[in-house]
């Protein structure tokens, strides 16, 4: 038996999603859920940009599942922010941008993972919007810009706070720091989830008052 088996034998590894056992130590979904979140879900491209409608500009803006109408969405996300399941945010990033295809991405110059503070960088490790850009790149080779817009203001986190709050949590907590390289870019910014969009908004707020740029979005889920 080869190590990984005797690994795998003694130490399971459980599907993101609903938490059942995995046959195969390198999936990270039991087929059940990969169906579910996977084959039978096509990315919305209308919902996130109409939110974002009156608020900022953006070209184009794309999510996988709704997180409300999909349990095993919230527990994925859940795995990979609080269980460190990393390849999992790969995972589902890659997928997403597959099912998305070439045209999508045709005219974007580079990918800006939403930055964490450090503070909570060092408290989590990661940053889960990190693996999320690099599951896209993997499928599309567009380069990833992960210190051109840091996260200067620490924020407590955004969960149960309403609208108005989201956005007073992250008003004036993003600067970007190589103005020239994104300058007349399309820029895709990357998040885990979008709720009201307060984050998103103040990251392209914060970009297109300094410069001249297009911006797009992609999300692994909406709220």
Known sequence: ???????????????????????????????????????????????????????????????????????????????????????????????????????????????????????????????QCHLIAQGIQNKTSIPIRYDHLLRKKYTESQTHKNRLERWENVENAFEITNEEALKNKHLLLVDDVFTTGATLEACIKTIQKKIICDCSVITLAKA
């Open 1 to 127: 038996m080869l190590l990984n088996d005797l690994v795998h034998l003694f130490f399971p590894k459980y599907c993101g999603a609903c938490s059942g056992p995995l046959i195969d130590p390198k999936d990270e979904l039991c087929l059940a859920c990969e169906n579910k979140l996977i084959f039978k879900s096509q990315p919305n491209c209308s919902e996130l940009k109409k939110a974002l409608r009156g608020r900022v500009k953006v070209i184009s803006a794309a999510f996988l599942n709704d997180f409300n109408k999909h349990e095993s969405m919230q527990k994925a996300i859940h795995a990979v922010k609080y269980h460190k399941r990393k390849r999992l945010a790969i995972f589902l990033a890659e997928h997403l941008s597959i099912k998305l295809g070439k045209p999508f991405f045709e005219k974007i110059d580079c990918i800006i993972p939403v930055p964490l503070h450090e503070k909570k960088m060092k408290t989590r490790g990661f940053n």
